[in-house]
């Protein structure tokens, strides 16, 4: 099976920066995703990592570390509409299927 | 990016009827589909993925005579919940990956999700 742990909820000021962290215990590791959820809403997708480094797209970047089973999401110049959920994702073995972390919960207070 | 559409967007049923949910990708060929469903303040938890042409594969805890899962096209997987009970009552997201190079070759598009009550 796979483990993946990321913080419950998380509270940041509009205009400053957020890392979101996710670690995951797996075999078989084939990449990981960030997706931004909003409340009711499906999930869009934010980022995919497959090697180890930083990967940067606009406001945000993620960062994969496969030895540590370590992922992070960076938020900078926070909006207030970026106030939802992260979910971190883990593609593990041969299988397809994507695997979610149970989400961390941001909000962006003024 | 690719779109996935689903229908309907929300139901309400009564106790003991059933509901089909549809699940199509619009503009690529998804050989595979999944089926989540996420309770409130929950992540998502996959149900079964849904493989063209034969039967799907469901996740340890998922009734497969209750959640049937019909993959009939390359385009079109669908969801039917039989018996519906109030336990039953969620948000239900399907998602398919488009292997084409335009779209990165790994992304998880995911659909609009159906809210499903039952009463």
């Known amino acids: 099976g796979q483990n993946i742990d990321q913080p419950t909820e998380m509270t940041a000021t509009e205009g400053a920066i957020v890392q979101i962290n996710c670690t995951y215990q797996?075999?078989?590791?084939?990449?990981l995703f960030w997706y931004q959820q909003h409340a009711g809403e499906a999930p869009t997708f934010l980022s995919y990592?497959?090697?180890?480094g930083l990967e940067e797209k606009g406001r945000f970047s993620s960062f994969l570390s496969r030895s540590k089973g370590y992922s992070y999401l960076l938020l900078k110049e926070l909006q207030m509409k970026d106030s939802a959920s992260y979910l971190c994702?883990?593609?593990?073995?041969?299988?397809?299927?994507?695997?979610f972390g149970t989400g961390t919960k941001l909000q962006v207070i003024p | 990016g690719a779109v996935v559409s689903q229908h309907p967007s929300w139901v309400i049923c009564k106790s003991g009827t059933s509901v089909k949910i549809e699940c199509r990708s619009l503009?690529?060929?998804?050989?595979?589909m999944f089926w989540y469903r996420q309770f409130p303040k929950q992540s998502l938890m996959l149900m079964a993925t849904?493989?063209?042409?034969?039967?799907?594969?469901?996740e340890q805890g998922v009734e497969k005579d209750k959640f049937l899962i019909n993959h009939a096209s390359l385009t079109l997987s669908t969801l039917t919940v039989t018996s519906a009970h109030p336990e039953d009552s969620s948000f239900y997201i399907c998602?398919?990956?488009?292997?084409?190079?335009?779209?990165?070759?790994?992304?998880?598009?995911f659909g609009p999700g159906t809210r499903l009550t039952v009463l």
């Open positions: 998602s398919a990956r488009d292997y084409r190079p335009t779209s990165g070759g790994n992304e998880q598009f």
């Open positions: 797996t075999s078989g590791f084939n990449g």
């Open positions: 990592n497959v090697l180890d």
């Open positions: 994702a883990v593609w593990a073995g041969g299988y397809q299927k994507v695997t």
């Open positions: 503009d690529f060929q998804a050989t595979t």
């Open positions: 849904s493989n063209e042409g034969s039967k799907a594969t469901y």
